[in-house]
């Protein structure tokens, strides 16, 4: 049974960083794509990037330039490096994941809050 554990949220500053932590347990995470979401109360959960397990990559506009996910495979580890934070990027943010043949359920992490303060 695959396991999604997310952390490294917590409390900063406008223009300040952070890096969040998923870790993959319970399969072959060589196999699964991986995506950031995120959700601020009385809004939607809102796509916020992916990773392929090539490495290719997607980003939500309002976050290009300032977020970065990458992988590391040999630690079953994806990374969000979140830069010039802004108040409007606080939120639960999620760590999804699912086969990249598409087959088969998708999985979550529990979230972990991100807050910025202005």
């Known amino acids: 049974q695959v396991q999604l554990v997310e952390s490294g949220g917590g409390l900063v500053q406008a223009g300040g960083s952070l890096r969040l932590s998923c870790i993959f347990y319970?399969?072959?995470?060589?196999?699964?794509?991986v995506g950031w979401h995120r959700q601020a109360p009385g809004k939607q959960r809102e796509l916020v990037t992916t990773i392929t397990p090539g490495s290719s990559t997607t980003y939500v506009d309002s976050v290009k330039g300032r977020f970065t996910i990458s992988r590391d495979d040999g630690k079953d580890t994806v990374y969000l490096q979140m830069n010039s934070l802004k108040p409007e990027d606080t939120a639960t943010y999620y760590c999804?994941?699912?086969?990249?043949?598409?087959?088969?359920?998708?999985?979550w992490g529990q979230g972990t809050q991100v807050t910025v303060s202005s």
């Open positions: 999804q994941a699912y086969s990249y043949t598409r087959y088969g359920p998708e999985y």
């Open positions: 319970g399969s072959d995470f060589s196999m699964y794509v």
